[in-house]
């Protein structure tokens, strides 16, 4: 994945974060718990993409 995209999902992915945060109104421990979960699924897909976590594909949910 080129570097350019990247950053580009990353901004997008923070940008809609930041959105949700500010214009739909929720309890702030839902927030929190949205942040976190957002947060470590771009740390896991981050990481995949630079192979330090291997392939996500064999992860599969039942």
Do not use: E, Q
């Not at 702030?28 to 330090?52: A, D």
């Amino acid at each position: 994945m080129p570097l350019i995209s990247l950053i580009i999902t990353l901004v997008i992915v923070g940008v809609g974060l930041w959105l949700i945060n500010n214009y739909i109104p929720m309890d702030g421990k839902i927030k929190t718990i949205l942040n976190v979960v957002v947060v470590i699924v771009v740390i896991m897909w981050l990481l995949s993409v630079f192979g330090l976590l291997g392939s996500l594909a064999p992860l599969r949910v039942r």
